[in-house]
């Protein structure tokens, strides 16, 4: 653990950048529905209020960088006063890790062993004196998700329900951090913190009652004409903040940016503020916030490998990769089949993301790399892979299930059987039963026993049908046959009774198809969830419940946004330089707090419970759980243009 707190400068949590409440005051126009809302927020028994913040001659309240005061500076000794959380001098920024301080530390004995009580006592002490009731102190390291430091940050760690924004936590957080140092115990930050500050935002899809539900498109497009980009991921509107209730959740347009980003969102804040005042949507609230994009391939958990993909047919939702690739993988979304242009016959696919089956960037950058592969890997980054490309066929061999996805099953195989013969019965049976002593166990104890001992035997098993099916060709699933490439297209897609003529919209695309190989051709059937059989044309599905089944998250049921998000994606221009292009995107959000989609999830077909598939899914947002996909129509629309296909269907 890390002894040092000058690394980097403090930032605070760095989660909300900046906020402005709907309007909240009667005489400036503030609409009934906000007027309820707010008014019973504050006199709920808790008096802090997710709309709190300073108030404005407009009628809506701010904050910045998460305080009321609409400042949120870090002071000269680097401790921050926000409204759910305070302290310093180093606090790692939202969402963190916690980790257990290590016996190893050097003040070890003297904050967690047989010497702590007194530091602990006086702790408990100050906080009596300002008046703070703890939930919780413990000395612990902190980590930041996002950005983390190289090592846990040494913290005095205090839980507690704020009631009211004033100076009593940060006098106190101040006062522990004196008596530390004063003590001998140098670069330990101290952080008071509210619970609640940690939990994402709820979020809900706007109703279509909202008076911004119908003006969305125009006034997201204005929007992207008049603010500049730069550091924008993604910019949403959703019904968000801390209640459980959807109607004590304001209308809210959301601002995702860059992690790293250390730009002031303040004035970015006042001129969406100024364009919904344009609109007339003063009972509307303005969220920027950082989140992190995921469109990259791999876990940090999974749900576990199918045996039965282990014998033949391909598995919806089971995990690909690259043939050469152990490190990342993706979700086999389903099966297509292309009708030849020339022969009329039906030809089946495998589909996924394109960038579930093609080196990283990172990758490409190594210089272990060879120049000719990293050239036409290139080449199929920045123009696809167009039909039956013979060079594909040698290097974009697929594997399913991935080489990551077989090493996560063994270790995981491997921990579920020195976990059973750690287990006190098992070591005594195994002792006995080789002298035919087990009858010194009582008759369940015996009964257990051998029960444990199936379970060891069940693990070893599986094992060795993995070890046997990665030895054998059966794993390679077959080869990229034809790909988008990273590029975005125009829509074709009506929105708002407009044709693409009348009002084009770029939209992404990141789509592989896998020429498989005869004896693994699988079928779109989802257990437990029916068959996908047909695209789902319909448009207007806005809050309906949509499924998916991928790798990391398995079977997953989220809601339809039907207001569609602006992503700032990347693309290569000719010059292979990489430039921000602002496309119109899908998406499913989760449903109580719970994602919809993971990372790892990429590639996987979202559907309806009746069958009919929205489109493909290809990444979404880390911590506000909000997952992109690509239409059905658009989908069909560019693999007919890249392969020359007269028509595609469901398998």
Same mark, same amino acid.
């Given at each position: 653990m890390a002894t040092s707190l000058t690394r980097t400068k403090s930032r605070g949590s760095d989660f909300e950048l900046t906020y402005a409440s709907p309007t909240v005051v009667k005489r400036q126009g503030a609409d009934e529905e906000s007027l309820e809302r707010h008014s019973r927020k504050r006199h709920r028994p808790r008096a802090y209020s997710d709309e709190s913040g300073n108030l404005n001659r407009d009628g809506r309240r701010r904050r910045n960088r998460g305080s009321s005061d609409d400042e949120g500076k870090i002071t000269f000794d680097g401790f921050t006063n926000e409204d759910l959380r305070v302290g310093g001098p180093y606090l790692c920024s939202i969402p963190t890790e916690t980790f257990a301080f290590p016996e190893s530390h050097s003040l070890f004995e003297r904050l967690m062993g047989s010497r702590s009580r007194p530091i602990h006592d006086q702790v408990y002490t100050i906080l009596a004196k300002h008046e703070i009731r703890p939930r919780m102190v413990n000395f612990v390291g902190r980590k930041s998700r996002f950005n983390p430091e190289a090592s846990p940050t040494p913290t005095a760690l205090v839980y507690a329900n704020r009631e009211t924004v004033d100076r009593k936590w940060l006098e106190?957080?101040?006062?522990?951090?004196?008596? #530390?140092?004063?003590?001998?115990?140098?670069?330990? $930050?101290?952080?008071?913190?509210?619970?609640?500050?940690?939990?994402?935002?709820?979020?809900?899809?706007?109703?279509?009652?909202?008076?911004?539900?119908?003006?969305?498109?125009? @006034?997201?497009?204005?929007?992207?004409?008049?603010?500049?980009?730069?550091?924008?991921?993604?910019?949403?509107?959703?019904?968000?903040?801390?209640?459980?209730?959807?109607?004590?959740?304001?209308?809210?347009?959301?601002?995702?940016?860059?992690?790293?980003?250390?730009?002031?969102?303040?004035?970015?804040?006042? %001129?969406?503020?100024?364009?919904?005042?344009?609109?007339?949507? $003063?009972?509307? !609230?303005?969220?920027?916030?950082?989140?992190?994009?995921?469109?990259?391939?791999?876990?940090?958990?999974?749900?576990?490998?199918?045996?039965?993909?282990?014998?033949?047919?391909?598995?919806?939702?089971?995990?690909? !990769?690259?043939?050469?690739?152990?490190?990342?993988?993706? $979700?086999?979304?389903?099966?297509?089949?292309?009708?030849?242009?020339?022969?009329?016959?039906?030809?089946?696919?495998?589909?996924?993301?394109?960038?579930?089956?093609?080196?990283?960037?990172?990758?490409?950058?190594?210089?272990?790399?060879?120049?000719?592969?990293?050239?036409?890997?290139?080449?199929?980054?920045?123009?696809?892979?167009?039909?039956?490309?013979?060079?594909?066929?040698?290097?974009?061999?697929?594997?399913?299930?991935?080489?990551?996805?077989?090493?996560?099953?063994?270790?995981?195989?491997?921990?579920?059987?020195?976990?059973?013969?750690?287990?006190? #019965?098992?070591?005594?049976?195994?002792?006995?039963?080789?002298?035919?002593?087990?009858?010194? %166990?009582?008759?369940?104890?015996?009964?257990?026993?051998?029960?444990?001992?199936?379970?060891?035997?069940?693990?070893?098993?599986?094992?060795?049908?993995?070890?046997? @099916?990665?030895?054998?060709?059966?794993?390679?699933?077959?080869?990229? !046959? !034809?790909?988008?490439?990273?590029?975005?297209?125009?829509?074709?897609?009506?929105?708002?009774?407009?044709t693409v003529q009348d009002d084009p919209d770029l939209t992404n695309m990141d789509w592989a198809l896998i020429r498989v190989r005869d004896d693994r051709k699988g079928s779109n059937s989802v257990d437990g969830l029916g068959f996908l059989s047909t695209p789902e044309t319909r448009i207007d599905l806005h809050g309906r419940g949509i499924f998916m089944k991928g790798y990391r998250s398995g079977k997953s049921e989220g809601v339809f946004n039907g207001l569609r998000v602006a992503r700032i994606a990347t693309v290569l221009n000719d010059k292979d330089e990489e430039v921000k292009v602002p496309t119109l995107e899908h998406q499913i959000m989760g449903i109580e707090g719970k994602p919809f989609a993971l990372r790892g999830d990429s590639g996987s077909f979202v559907f309806t419970r009746g069958g009919g598939v929205l489109g493909l899914m290809f990444g979404g947002l880390e911590f506000d759980h909000i997952a992109y996909f690509t239409h059905v129509e658009d989908l069909f629309n560019d693999i007919r243009a890249v392969t020359g296909a007269t028509e595609v269907r469901f398998s």
């Open positions: 106190a957080a101040k006062d522990i951090h004196s008596y #530390l140092v004063a003590h001998d115990i140098q670069n330990v $930050s101290v952080e008071i913190a509210d619970p609640e500050v940690f939990n994402p935002p709820k979020m809900f899809p706007v109703l279509k009652t909202d008076s911004i539900f119908s003006f969305w498109d125009s @006034f997201l497009k204005t929007m992207l004409e008049e603010l500049d980009l730069t550091g924008m991921k993604m910019v949403g509107c959703y019904r968000r903040g801390r209640s459980q209730e959807i109607m004590d959740n304001p209308p809210t347009v959301l601002v995702i940016v860059d992690t790293t980003s250390i730009r002031d969102w303040k004035p970015t804040r006042e %001129l969406i503020v100024g364009i919904l005042d344009r609109y007339n949507l $003063s009972m509307v !609230a303005v969220e920027i916030s950082k989140d992190e994009e995921w469109m990259g391939t791999g876990w940090t958990k999974n749900t576990g490998l199918s045996r039965a993909v282990l014998r033949g047919p391909a598995i919806i939702g089971e995990s690909l !990769a690259l043939a050469q690739d152990n490190k990342r993988s993706g $979700s086999l979304g389903g099966f297509l089949e292309l009708k030849n242009p020339v022969r009329g016959d039906w030809v089946q696919f495998a589909i996924t993301c394109f960038h579930c089956v093609i080196p990283s960037k990172e990758d490409l950058e190594s210089k272990d790399i060879d120049a000719t592969y990293r050239s036409q890997m290139m080449a199929w980054i920045r123009n696809g892979v167009r039909a039956d490309d013979p060079v594909a066929k040698l290097y974009l061999q697929v594997n399913h299930p991935s080489g990551r996805g077989i090493d996560e099953e063994l270790e995981k195989l491997q921990d579920r059987i020195k976990s059973v013969e750690d287990e006190p #019965l098992y070591q005594k049976g195994a002792l006995l039963e080789p002298d035919g002593l087990l009858t010194e %166990l009582s008759e369940i104890g015996q009964n257990n026993y051998h029960l444990l001992k199936e379970e060891i035997a069940a693990s070893r098993s599986f094992q060795q049908d993995i070890w046997d @099916f990665r030895d054998h060709p059966e794993q390679i699933l077959g080869h990229v !046959a !034809a790909a988008s490439g990273y590029k975005v297209i125009r829509s074709q897609l009506v929105q708002d009774q407009k």
